[in-house]
């Protein structure tokens, strides 16, 4: 056997050798490619009613006469059936002395409004420009809408007509949280006075508003008096109940036919960072991603309910009946749960790496849009919590750069109340 009693290289050498091998590294680093995604800058106010407001502004926006916001109000759980019936009733013939919705408007103004319930949350989305003369325009519409709305007769009835009531939805909230009612108008007939006086009371629960867009210091003090005007009638409340969460996994199965879809939930822990929120973007896309192979399907969808103080998790597929019609000898899947810590994203690192590409390719272009900016204020980055919009934009170009797959496990395993999962099965 061959010995050598010198060492391989001289000190000289060696010490050559860990300086160019230091270079080397730092070098690669400094070419690492990296997405730098826009911080935007964020200033705050409060309405004369003391609700909070959040303006979003970014440099790449100075040219666009875009303008999004967003109200935040928090209905009380025990009343959810009569708040789903008032905000989607709130977009109709709801002006005074009008059958005009609000979009018929709204429309030659260049704005629009959407309104959107979900069980913990509701919010009022709007369009407009940040053109002195629509914005001004736009803004006494809007107090008319809300501060003197009219719920018409007609339009009620045509919902009690029409409205198919989502037994899957419903029956999945009632399991993940058991005392969850979804029947408070069961026993009485709805009536416009029902729905204007529960819309008075839904007013006095406002979180906060987010305003995302390019606006002159003209502009911005003529929304600043326009929403004192607006949120004349509306409160603030910042807290919220919260229902405790189902303590074990459970099936229920509706109808006793053919599998038409299948509903999900899980619960979470609150959100604490970026790190949190990048994760659970990553999960639900590879979970979707399983679920549809599992069950040989193209529809389906995943819906994540951030809120601060109960935040969840929902899923719906769709079967694919002429895959499982054509194939009698596969089974109908009786769940679409997949184990976190199967997913390709959490097992294989080129997997996670392939879906944090993806997401970050998505931020560079999402990031550049007032309307998400909008939504990651209403629906992730609550005030008084540990992950703001303030905290939000500060961290998440590095955060998403640098987020590894050790740290996607860690949240995942951390955020998920496996206990509390429940399913749906729809077989009509």
């Given at each position: 056997?061959?010995?050598?009693?010198?060492?391989?290289?001289?000190?000289?050498?060696?010490?050559?050798?860990?300086?160019?091998?230091?270079?080397?590294?730092?070098?690669?680093?400094?070419?690492?490619?990296?997405?730098?995604?826009?911080?935007?800058?964020?200033?705050?106010?409060?309405?004369?009613?003391?609700?909070?407001?959040?303006?979003?502004?970014?440099?790449?926006?100075?040219?666009?006469?875009?303008?999004?916001?967003?109200?935040?109000?928090?209905?009380?759980?025990?009343y959810?059936?009569?708040?789903?019936?008032?905000?989607?009733?709130?977009?109709?013939?709801?002006?005074?002395?009008?059958?005009?919705?609000?979009?018929?408007?709204?429309?030659?103004?260049?704005?629009?409004?959407?309104?959107?319930?979900?069980?913990?949350?509701?919010?009022?989305?709007i369009?407009?420009?940040?053109?002195?003369?629509?914005?001004?325009?736009?803004?006494?519409?809007?107090?008319?809408?809300?501060?003197?709305?009219q719920?018409?007769?007609?339009?009620?009835?045509?919902?009690?007509?029409?409205?198919?009531?989502?037994?899957?939805?419903?029956?999945?909230?009632?399991?993940?949280?058991?005392?969850?009612?979804?029947?408070?108008?069961?026993?009485?007939?709805?009536?416009?006075?029902?729905?204007?006086?529960?819309?008075?009371?839904?007013k006095?629960?406002?979180?906060?508003?987010?305003?995302?867009?390019?606006?002159?210091?003209?502009?911005?003090?003529?929304?600043q008096?326009?929403?004192?005007?607006?949120?004349q009638?509306?409160?603030?409340?910042?807290?919220?109940?919260?229902?405790?969460?189902?303590?074990?996994?459970?099936?229920?199965?509706?109808?006793?036919?053919?599998?038409?879809?299948?509903?999900?939930?899980?619960?979470?822990?609150?959100?604490?960072?970026?790190?949190?929120?990048?994760?659970?973007?990553?999960?639900?896309?590879?979970?979707?991603?399983?679920?549809?192979?599992?069950?040989?399907?193209?529809?389906?969808?995943?819906?994540?309910?951030?809120?601060?103080?109960?935040?969840?998790?929902?899923?719906?597929?769709?079967a694919?009946?002429?895959?499982?019609?054509?194939?009698?000898?596969?089974?109908?899947?009786?769940?679409?749960?997949?184990?976190?810590?199967?997913?390709?994203?959490?097992?294989?690192?080129?997997?996670?790496?392939?879906?944090?590409?993806?997401?970050?390719?998505?931020?560079?272009?999402?990031?550049?849009?007032?309307?998400?900016?909008?939504?990651?204020?209403?629906?992730?980055?609550?005030?008084?919590?540990?992950?703001?919009l303030?905290t939000?934009?500060?961290?998440y170009?590095?955060?998403?750069?640098?987020?590894?797959?050790?740290?996607?496990?860690?949240?995942?395993?951390?955020?998920?109340?496996?206990s509390?999962?429940?399913?749906?099965?729809?077989?009509?």
């Amino acid at each position: 056997m061959f010995h050598r009693d010198k060492p391989l290289f001289s000190r000289p050498v060696l010490a050559v050798i860990i300086v160019a091998s230091t270079l080397a590294v730092w070098l690669l680093n400094l070419t690492d490619p990296k997405t730098v995604l826009e911080q935007p800058n964020i200033r705050s106010w409060q309405t004369s009613s003391d609700i909070p407001v959040y303006w979003v502004a970014q440099d790449t926006w100075s040219g666009s006469d875009k303008v999004e916001m967003t109200l935040v109000f928090h209905g009380e759980s025990q009343y959810s059936a009569l708040t789903k019936a008032t905000w989607e009733l709130l977009t109709g013939p709801t002006l005074p002395l009008s059958t005009a919705t609000i979009n018929q408007r709204l429309t030659p103004l260049a704005a629009k409004a959407e309104s959107h319930f979900a069980a913990q949350q509701q919010t009022l989305q709007i369009s407009f420009s940040n053109q002195p003369q629509y914005l001004s325009a736009t803004m006494k519409v809007l107090d008319t809408w809300l501060n003197q709305t009219q719920f018409k007769y007609s339009a009620l009835q045509n919902r009690a007509r029409n409205n198919a009531p989502d037994s899957a939805s419903q029956q999945l909230l009632m399991q993940l949280w058991p005392e969850y009612d979804t029947s408070d108008t069961a026993n009485s007939p709805l009536t416009t006075a029902m729905l204007e006086q529960h819309l008075a009371n839904i007013k006095q629960s406002v979180s906060h508003i987010i305003v995302a867009g390019a606006l002159t210091e003209s502009a911005q003090s003529q929304l600043q008096t326009a929403l004192d005007q607006l949120t004349q009638t509306m409160a603030h409340r910042a807290t919220h109940s919260s229902l405790a969460n189902a303590s074990e996994p459970q099936t229920k199965v509706l109808g006793n036919h053919d599998l038409q879809a299948l509903y999900g939930a899980i619960a979470l822990t609150p959100l604490q960072s970026v790190t949190d929120w990048l994760a659970l973007q990553i999960w639900a896309k590879d979970s979707l991603e399983r679920q549809k192979q599992q069950l040989h399907s193209n529809i389906g969808q995943w819906r994540l309910h951030l809120s601060p103080w109960q935040p969840y998790v929902t899923w719906q597929l769709q079967a694919a009946q002429s895959v499982l019609a054509a194939d009698a000898s596969t089974p109908a899947p009786e769940s679409s749960w997949i184990l976190p810590n199967t997913l390709p994203s959490y097992q294989d690192s080129k997997a996670f790496s392939d879906l944090k590409a993806q997401l970050l390719a998505q931020l560079a272009n999402l990031s550049q849009n007032p309307t998400w900016w909008s939504a990651i204020g209403s629906r992730v980055a609550y005030p008084d919590s540990p992950l703001d919009l303030a905290t939000f934009a500060e961290h998440y170009s590095e955060a998403a750069n640098s987020f590894t797959m050790s740290q996607y496990q860690a949240a995942i395993d951390r955020l998920l109340v496996i206990s509390s999962r429940q399913e749906v099965l729809v077989k009509l």
